[in-house]
Nanobody, 121 residues
Framework: QVQLVESGGGLVQPGGSLRLSCAASGSIFSIYDMGWYRQAPGKQRELVAAITSGGSTSYADSVKGRFTISRDNAKNTVYLQMNSLKPEDTAVFYC???????????????WGKGTLVTVSS
């Protein structure tokens, strides 16, 4: 089994910062893409940021220049540093990792359960 555990969400004032973490554990042979989605109340889930196994990154236009995604392959962990947070960033953030469990297998997407980020004064 593979599990993804997120941490780092919470309440922050506008202009503040938070750092989200998502660690994978279990039967893991290799990890490909990692990233973060978010879902705000009444809205569809949207891709926030992603990072490939080679370190290439991509971001939603709404977070460019404010959020930074990174990964630590030794720890099977992806991070999302969020700066200059705005009330419209309030959402449940979900991490994903494309994980190959065995040498003979293939990559499948695994998801965390979500962590709530609330930006409010």
């Amino acid at each position: 089994q593979v599990q993804l555990v997120e941490s780092g969400g919470g309440l922050v004032q506008p202009g503040g910062s938070l750092r989200l973490s998502c660690a994978a554990s279990g039967s893991i042979f290799s990890i490909y893409d990692m990233g973060w989605y978010r879902q705000a109340p009444g809205k569809q889930r949207e891709l926030v940021a992603a990072i490939t196994s080679g370190g290439s990154t991509s971001y939603a236009d709404s977070v460019k220049g404010r959020f930074t995604i990174s990964r630590d392959n030794a720890k099977n962990t992806v991070y999302l540093q969020m700066n200059s947070l705005k009330p419209e960033d309030t959402a449940v953030f979900y991490c994903f990792q494309k994980i190959q469990k065995t040498r003979a297998g293939w990559g499948m997407d695994y998801w965390g359960k979500g962590t709530l980020v609330t930006v409010s004064s």
